[in-house]
């Protein structure tokens, strides 16, 4: 009979321990990643980008605020959000309180789904075999977020709403041109808005969206944008040791689900984001990050 039930007990205590692990420990186990990205025209001064992302915050989250918080101390040249900011109605106030200090620093930030509607429980799984973008067409259509307000706050600190808009900041001295969408995984994004070739004048020209979609990114590139900025994958969120994300939720390849690549002519960052949707509050092999990006004159052609 001990044999019996061996076996299972020992399953389930695995997952317990597994679960345990996902939800408290690397949940919260906040790390800076950091990259150089060579796209500034010879001789400018390097400038740092720090890309915040799906934070997911709900009241509470001490930890994700604190850090956050604490990324004041890098003196970024600019903060990137590329959404996902809230995961509660009650949440603006926090997520505030969170960037705190980086307020009073040149930023830029999208929308992303999470930010407009409240979250709901769904079957993880089901990301393995088909993204989540049915879900908004078939039975959300009001949002139920206070994401005005959230616009309306960053807005107030000077940062630049960039949903289906264009826009332009001094930045550590450099003339920085930027083109942005609202939320391509609920059809909120109208590249339209904005398509056109960059001004050559501007130093450097950031693309920013919530989610990685090719067809956007295309748009973004023969337009002639440098460095594109996304979020919305988590990583993958739960991946598999030595394999890595099943799924991304969006059209982008899962090489590509996190950290810097290139899209055709230009460099691609998506960030793995700060936090979880409250439902699927996990994450393994796969650490909450924010990501400081140098960018840096290119290579000389020689
Ligand atoms: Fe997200």
């Not at 040149?106 to 989540?132: A, E, H, M, Q």
């Not at 050559?200 to 460095?227: C, I, K, T, W």
């Amino acid at each position: 009979m001990r044999k019996l039930y061996a076996a299972p007990l020992a399953l389930a205590g695995t997952g317990a321990v597994a679960f345990g692990y996902a939800s408290v420990l690397e949940r919260n186990w906040f790390r800076l990643r950091r990259f150089e990205v060579p796209v500034l025209p010879e001789g400018r001064p390097p400038v740092r980008i720090l890309h915040l992302s799906d934070a997911h915050l709900t009241p509470g989250r001490s930890r994700l605020i604190h850090w956050v918080r604490s990324l004041d101390a890098l003196e970024p040249d600019l903060v990137v959000n590329t959404g996902d900011s809230l995961g509660h109605p009650d949440a603006i106030g926090p997520f505030l309180d969170a960037l705190g200090p980086l307020l009073d620093r040149p930023g830029v930030f999208v929308y992303g789904s999470n930010d407009l509607y409240s979250p709901v429980f769904k079957n993880p799984l089901r990301y393995i075999w088909r993204t989540s973008q049915a879900d908004y067409k078939k039975r959300r259509r009001e949002p139920d977020l206070p994401y005005r307000a959230l616009g309306s706050s960053l807005q107030a600190a000077g940062w630049l709403d960039l949903n289906n808009r264009i826009g332009r900041l001094k930045v550590g001295g450099l003339d920085v041109e930027f083109g942005g969408i609202d939320d391509s995984h609920i059809g909120r994004d109208r590249y339209d808005k904005i398509a056109g070739p960059v001004d050559p004048q501007a130093d450097v020209h950031l693309g920013v969206m919530h989610s990685p979609e090719p067809r956007n990114m295309d748009r973004f590139v023969a337009d002639g944008y440098d460095l594109l900025l996304a979020g919305h994958t988590h990583g993958g969120q739960v991946c598999v040791p030595f394999y890595g994300a099943l799924a991304t939720n969006s059209g982008i390849d899962r090489k590509r689900v996190k950290g810097l690549h290139k899209h055709k002519g230009a460099w691609l960052h998506v960030s793995a984001g700060l936090g979880t949707s409250p439902t699927a509050p996990m994450r393994f092999c796969c650490p909450p990050e924010a990501s400081l990006l140098t960018l840096v004159p290119r290579e000389p052609v020689v």
